[in-house]
């Protein structure tokens, strides 16, 4: 795996604690990238682990994180300035770590304001603390990697036919954030299953998946796994960069697309290349009035939550050819 520039600012500020140790409760710290216009900053404490810090005038905010993997803190400065540092307590998590803090650093550079740089901060440390909260390695397990490469191709499908613009489209992947339906846009919802070769149901995981107010179109994208070597192969990682080439030419989408991977507990990862999967079939259906599914309002108010099954053959009649036919 490449080392980003944080992750190699790490490894020399290592080789100089092996020649020079640091003392006790000590940090050193390497400004990331003097260009940038905020002071963020690499480092290690006297235990060798790795922190990232950004200095700031004012005193900033308390932070609780219930997390074993990350700690944050606040330190003085002799001048005045403060510290607020995150450091990783657990040792085999520092490429996932680098590769976090890296994507910090390069959504720092479109910011301007001391204020921003701490909401951006604050906002990043709840993110990674659900990302690391989530798995003992911080990464997506199998069904989770598949999930999202489905919810990645009907994303590619909407950016693809260009209405709404990019930016209303990413806006609009509302399943990372926790919402009943995957794209949520104020006349339609999508909602997206990944599904095996051969699986003839799809799971519905809520009363309130299929349960939308504005019209909603279900699609059952089925993946097949494949080897490295297949010409059709598709990886999480690969269909991320691809993503990313689409709507690059908008730094707002951009900025909403990194944000929902994180929200969907993606960082760039080799593990994700070891997956390799080739869409077989998509297919598009309209979730009506007549749709087989199961709601709050059908079932007894004494029922909170369930779980069930539909079979794909019965959907038949419910298909529509294309995403969007208007």
């Not at 349960?211 to 991320?240: F, G, H, K, W």
């Amino acid at each position: 795996m490449v080392r980003t520039r944080i992750e190699e600012l790490w490894h020399g500020e290592l080789r100089q604690a092996a020649q020079s140790p640091l003392s006790k409760d000590g940090l050193r710290l390497t400004r990331i990238d003097p260009v940038l216009p905020c002071d963020i900053y690499a480092g290690i404490d006297d235990a060798g682990r790795r922190v990232l810090a950004i200095g700031v005038g004012m005193r900033p905010p308390a932070l609780t994180l219930e997390s074993q993997t990350l700690e944050c803190f606040r330190q003085q400065r002799a001048n005045g300035s403060w510290l607020l540092a995150l450091r990783l307590a657990d040792a085999g998590l520092e490429a996932v770590f680098g590769r976090l803090c890296q994507d910090l650093v390069e959504s720092a550079r479109l910011v301007e304001a001391e204020s921003e740089l701490l909401e951006l901060f604050v906002s990043r440390l709840r993110l990674w603390q659900k990302l690391f909260n989530g798995s003992n390695d911080g990464l997506l397990l199998s069904r989770q990697i598949k999930g999202l490469i489905a919810e990645l191709l009907v994303l590619e499908q909407l950016v693809h036919l260009g209405t709404p613009d990019a930016v209303a489209t990413v806006s609009a992947w509302v399943g990372p954030c926790g919402a009943d339906q995957d794209f949520v846009f104020p006349g339609s919802a999508i909602e997206v299953k990944a599904v095996s070769v051969g699986r003839p149901c799809v799971t519905i995981s809520s009363l309130e998946q299929l349960d939308s107010q504005v019209p909603m179109v279900l699609a059952i994208i089925t993946l097949e796994r494949c080897s490295a070597e297949s010409p059709s192969a598709l990886t999480l990682n690969a269909l991320v960069a691809r993503a990313e080439g689409r709507i690059a030419s908008s730094n707002v989408a951009l900025a909403i697309f990194r944000n929902r991977l994180l929200e969907a507990g993606y960082v760039c990862h080799d593990r994700y290349d070891q997956e390799c999967f080739v869409p077989v079939q998509t297919r598009f259906f309209d979730v009506s009035v007549d749709f087989p599914k199961i709601t709050s309002a059908s079932v007894h108010s004494s029922i909170g939550r369930a779980t069930y099954e539909i079979e794909i053959a019965s959907l038949d009649a419910f298909e529509r050819g294309a995403l969007r036919d208007d």
